[in-house]
């Protein structure tokens, strides 16, 4: 696993941007090397800012969108047009603008899809085994105040489930409960992981998951997430203001 670097950035506008442009580097990288990159996409109000300078700034990029397979971290288990699922307002804030493949846009199922989130969990994992690298060229995930990531919150079960790729979430402490998440196990198959932190809200959460020795990701699952080749933390000023 690799050791994490720390961005700090003004506030959360320069975040946005510094970030979307990075990832469209990555991408372009990845695909000049021959890879058809996956990345996974997390939901927040800073991953909205992230993708809508995505939707801005490709135009000037070299990325092929038909070629770039897209990916959620979690999702809330709803019906399909339920506003608050990540999948939708992917869709809205910049896939729905880029010539992507919509073949190769695998969001989690909605209570459309499946029948329970048990069933969601498990007909994802079954799509990442048909459909995935083995890899996520770049992960971004948000961090809650209490240091959760996906949907994989402080003393959940969930986070020493080591045999599956996706877990259904019953009792998620921020509603809905009902939700679908990669496990850790999951997670951390990722060449690059971003975590993408913005507010003083979240700084506790930021000091404690960087803290030496690290912290018991039960406390802290942020804690429990690193790259195989690379960790950087994204953050704002605030976000950054107890490290």
Known sequence: MSAALVEVHEGPEALATAVAGELLSRIEDAQADGREP??????GTIARRIHAEVARLSPDSEVDWSRVVVWWGD???VAPDDPDRNAGQARADFLDALPV???KVHPMPS???ASSAEQGAADYADAMRADGAGDFEVLMLGVGPDGHVASLFPGHAA?????RIAVPVHDSPKPP???ISLTLAALNRSRSVWFLVSGEEKADAVARALAEPPPDLHDIPAAGVSGLEETIWFLDRPAASHL
Request: proline share 9%.
């Open 38 to 43: 996956h990345i996974g996409l997390t939901g």
């Open 75 to 77: 999702e809330r288990f």
């Open 101 to 103: 493949d919509p073949t």
């Open 111 to 113: 209570t459309a899809d």
């Open 159 to 163: 986070l020493d489930v080591d045999d």
């Open 177 to 179: 409960p009902e939700r």
